[in-house]
DNA sequence: TCGTCCAGGATTGTATACAAACGGTATTCA
DNA sequence: TGAATACCGTTTGTATACAATCCTGGACGA
């Protein structure tokens, strides 16, 4: 489906973003002239989204960006660890482990940089790789559904990581805890791994939580 | 959304209940006629389905049942893994336990029953049964996004399960399964929930395998 | 003054009309 | 005889028209 499909693409960019902030209602007449379409394929785009948890469709009164509650936050944690410690457990298992090696090396060499001279503006690079770590992993499982719902969980996460700024300690400890997930991986150490990751995500949701104020249900 | 949402909950069904068995072209126009709605709410529930990985969509030809591969049958069960393992772990932390030690009494007791007598049609108050434990298990969590994704997983084993009938054996080890389960969690052993969470998925997998004639990946 | 109810306007939900793309068939040419 | 191709019917993809629903503002009454 062409344009449907587009639109979709688009306006979930958009969401992750915050292009389009939570909470703003999703006008069908205006959005499909903004973005040049009827609004029979922008409508198919908001039922995606809505399925995706991006959108909430309200009947009879429009599709609403998803508001991010505290709750939300955790729940999705709780997804991600979920479906990426048996992704990392089934690349432990798998025969193609050698990428992890040098994902290993290279977040080595990035948590000594952090530790040495703090950040300056080479996140953007910094991230490169850790997008290269999230792509191995989830290439790792070969596994499509895992796959998908991988991404799934990362595009929400994504969004929801605008309500904390990292700081340049959480980068160096984190960079620390990728390359403990590379080790374990490339060795096909499974269980070792699986605790790795199970640990970096309880870590990073605990950076949120305490950046949003030390929410109540710590 | 009215009719689209009826329309979706109708297919869906139609689909895992093999009503509309894997392959099938979906001709839009004929669909719409005998559901008794127009063609656009029809499009929106197929869309749905698609995401759902139910139909597939290709461009210009329109929406087909997915037909399963054995492939899609073991990612499945990676998937059905990944959550279900984690959503016992949830519910061992959880404070309202009891529930599960109800049901390990239960399970104990269909799995002497199944020694002594076999099956012999009893088999619709059994699945009642396991019915339970899973909204038990989902409930646990109290994660509305792990509960959605573990009804679509399950959603897509139902479909699946038609393609190996049980056999009273694998019934009875099965029911052995669920009770010490039930028995691991109501205890709060993470550990051992999520283990026997995991020999339970195998095992059905390895039964479903096998009887499908014996895949080259085991 | 506060609450209720009604009317107007706007927005969503559904149906239908039109355009584009695809598949199948027959025909033509080597 | 076989393969390539052009044509036609069918089906999907998109736009638009119409109906039903919901929110807002204001007037009326207690």
Redesign the interface.
């Known amino acids: ?2 344009q ?1 499909e587009q639109v979709y693409e688009r306006l979930r960019e958009e969401i992750v973003e915050w292009d389009l902030a939570p909470g703003t209602h999703l006008n069908e007449t205006r959005l499909a002239e903004r973005l040049g379409v009827s609004r ?1 394929p922008l ?2 785009a908001l ?2 989204l809505s ?1 995706d ?1 991006l959108v909430r ?1 309200s ?1 009879g009164r429009g599709a609403f960006v998803t508001e991010i509650a505290l709750q939300d936050v955790v ?2 944690f ?2 991600r ?3 990426e ?3 990392v457990r ?1 690349c432990a298992r798998n025969a193609e482990r050698a990428v992890f090696g040098a994902l290993a090396v290279d977040f080595l060499r990035w948590e000594e940089h952090f530790a040495r001279e703090g950040v300056h503006g080479a996140e953007t690079e910094y991230y490169a790789l850790t997008d290269r770590l999230d792509a191995a992993i989830a290439e790792g ?1 070969g ?4 796959r998908e ?1 991988l991404a799934d969980v990362r595009r929400h996460l994504r969004r929801m990581r605008r309500l904390a700024r990292r700081t340049p300690e959480r980068l160096r400890v984190g960079a620390g805890e990728h390359a403990r997930i590379c080790r374990a991986a490339r060795e096909g150490a499974e269980e070792e791994a699986a605790r790795a990751v199970a640990d970096h995500v309880n870590n990073s949701l605990r950076h949120i939580l305490d950046a949003l104020g030390g929410g109540a249900s710590r």
């Open positions: 489906m062409g449907g029979t409508r198919e039922l995606r399925r948890r469709l009947p729940h999705q709780q997804m660890e979920a479906l410690t048996h992704a089934l499982t596994n499509p559904y895992l719902s």
